[in-house]
C-alpha cells in the first residue's frame, strides 16, 4: 500500500512569501514562484483559495489536469491531494481558510466541500482580485471591507440562492445607510451591523453591493472622504488631525485613499479651492 502524500499544515505553502495579514479567521498571503518547479503530489490541512496574478500553472487533482493562468481561481478544501508544474515564474495570492470559519459559513451556505476551478472574469474571480486590492492597500476601513468580501466569496462558491422582495430588501438597506451616515468616522464591525439590520453578513455584504454598487467598506470610505472634503476648506485644520477625525490610521493612509478617489492629494485639493 503507498504511503499518503504529505499535507502541509495551517497557513503553509509552497514559494517565497513576501506579504501575509490575517482578516476574520483566514490568512492572506502573496507568494512568488520560479519558472519550472514541479511540486510534488501533496495536500492543505486547511482549505483555501488561491489566484493566479503572474504566470502560469499546471495542476493535477486525480486524473483532472488544469491550466492555470494570470487571474485565474481555485479552491480546495483541505486535505484534497494535488501537485503542480510552474511553466513560468509567478505570483499567486492565498486564502488559507481555518475550519471554524467554515463553520461560521455553514449557518447559512451549504458545506465547502468540493475544489472550483474559475477563469478570469467571473464574479468570484471579481470578487477575489478586490480582496488582493485591499490587501496591497491596507488602511482602517480594509479589515472591513475584506471581511465582507470573503464573505462573498463563500457565498458565490457555494452558489446561495437565499431570495428576499425588492421591499425587504430596500427596507434594511436604507436602515444600513442611516448607520453607516451616523457612524462612518468610528470603527465599524461588519458581523454587529448585520445584527442590527437583522440579515447574515453574507447577505448583506452581496445585497448591498448589488444595490449601492460598491462594498459597504468602499461605501463608509467614500462617505469619510466626502466629509473631510468639507473639513478641508478650514485651513486652520491641520491633515494629521483631519486624518484621525475622519477615521483613518493616520495622514498617509488618509492621503492614499483620497487620492485614489478624487485623483489629488489632499493638499492639492485644498490649495486648489483657494
Known sequence: MGSSPPKLTAGRYFGVPTRSAKIAGCTLLESCYSSGIRLPMHSHEHAHFCLVLDG???????????????????????????????????????????????????????????????????????????LYGEFRCMDSVSPLAMEGMLLELFSEL????????????????????????????????????????????????????????????????????????????DKSVSLAELSTEAGFFDQSHFTRAFKRLTGRTPSEFRSRKH
Open 158 to 233: 457555494a452558489r446561495q440562492t437565499e431570495s428576499c422582495t425588492g421591499n425587504t430588501r430596500q427596507k434594511w438597506i436604507l436602515q444600513l445607510d442611516d448607520l453607516l451616515r451616523d457612524r462612518f468616522r468610528q470603527p465599524l464591525n461588519l458581523r454587529q451591523l448585520a445584527a442590527e439590520v437583522n440579515v447574515s453578513p453574507a447577505h448583506l455584504s452581496r445585497v448591498f453591493r448589488k444595490f449601492q454598487g460598491c462594498t459597504v467598506g468602499e461605501y463608509v470610505r467614500q462617505l469619510r472622504i466626502t466629509w473631510a472634503s468639507q473639513k478641508l476648506l
Open 56 to 130: 502560469a500553472y499546471i495542476e493535477r487533482i486525480g486524473h483532472q489536469q488544469l491550466e492555470r493562468r494570470k487571474y485565474t481561481l481555485v479552491f480546495h478544501p483541505g486535505e484534497l491531494p494535488h501537485s503542480e508544474h510552474t511553466s513560468e515564474e509567478g505570483r499567486q495570492f492565498i486564502v488559507d481558510v481555518d475550519p471554524s470559519y467554515l463553520d461560521r459559513c455553514a449557518i447559512y451556505a451549504r458545506r465547502l466541500d468540493k475544489p472550483l476551478h474559475a477563469a478570469a472574469g467571473g464574479a468570484i474571480v471579481w470578487l477575489a482580485r478586490k
